[in-house]
């Protein structure tokens, strides 16, 4: 399956990628979900750019 994989942090035509990954299976007590769709938001997005300000508030 095709998946877009992120390592490290950084700008996201950068550290962005899809990659090809095996179709994970689930284990006992486990089920695997098929994902349509998503969306991100800002949040998500300056967490790939690792924002300061959102690094920060999550801890508080």
Same mark, same amino acid.
């Given at each position: 399956?095709?998946?877009? !994989? #992120?390592? +490290?942090?950084?700008?996201?035509?950068?550290?962005?990628?899809?990659?090809?990954?095996?179709?994970?299976? =689930?284990?006992?007590?486990? !089920? #695997?979900? +098929?994902?349509?769709?998503?969306?991100?938001?800002?949040?998500?997005?300056?967490?790939?750019?690792?924002? =300061?300000?959102?690094?920060?508030?999550?801890?508080?």
């Amino acid at each position: 399956m095709k998946a877009i !994989v #992120l390592e +490290k942090y950084g700008l996201p035509e950068e550290v962005l990628r899809i990659q090809e990954i095996d179709l994970p299976q =689930p284990k006992e007590k486990e !089920v #695997l979900v +098929k994902i349509i769709t998503t969306s991100i938001n800002d949040y998500d997005w300056s967490m790939v750019k690792e924002s =300061p300000f959102y690094s920060v508030s999550c801890m508080v």
